[in-house]
């Protein structure tokens, strides 16, 4: 029976490439001299670290076109609020990964709601779906494309 899988995934690899990119940017342009800005990677969070509250609207511009150039889809970004002291300002971004299960029920009432002839199921982070039709499958795939979710899917295991 053909099959496939609904995840949400981002390449680790390529997120940190594009924060070394956005460092060497920020250490050679000339507003950013001498203000010890820097962004930190770790695991699923990226901290801007600066001295002034407008540098970090800047090194945001400065990260997000570093990973939009890398390939990577902004809508997996969050950004917490900055955290103003007497002479740092830091702000988080939050990588999303992973289909928690609010949007899990969210994605199987969407294929539900479709009426398409497939079945869908919650297995930990990722939805299976399964149909008796490529065709079937394929529909839903540009089903789940066309919807607003709110957070970027992957396709994975396409199985005849």
Do not use: C, W
């Amino acid at each position: 029976m053909p099959s496939f899988d609904v995840v949400s995934e981002i390449d680790h690899h390529e997120v940190s490439n594009a924060v070394d990119q956005a460092n060497r940017e920020v250490s050679t342009r000339f507003d950013f001299k001498g203000t010890d800005s820097q962004f930190e990677l770790e695991g699923n969070r990226v901290t801007l670290k600066t001295g002034a509250e407008f540098q970090l609207a800047q090194m945001l511009d400065i990260l997000y076109s570093k990973m939009s150039k890398r390939g990577l889809d902004l809508d997996s970004m969050s950004e917490d609020e900055p955290v103003l002291m007497a002479k740092t300002a830091t702000q988080d971004v939050s990588i999303r990964e992973g289909i928690d299960g609010d949007l899990a029920r969210k994605i199987v009432r969407t294929i539900k709601d479709s009426k398409v002839k497939v079945q869908a199921s919650i297995q930990g982070d990722q939805v299976r779906v399964t149909g008796k039709k490529r065709d079937d499958l394929q529909a839903t795939i540009q089903l789940l494309r066309d919807a607003a979710l709110g957070q970027p899917l992957q396709f994975k295991n396409f199985r005849d």
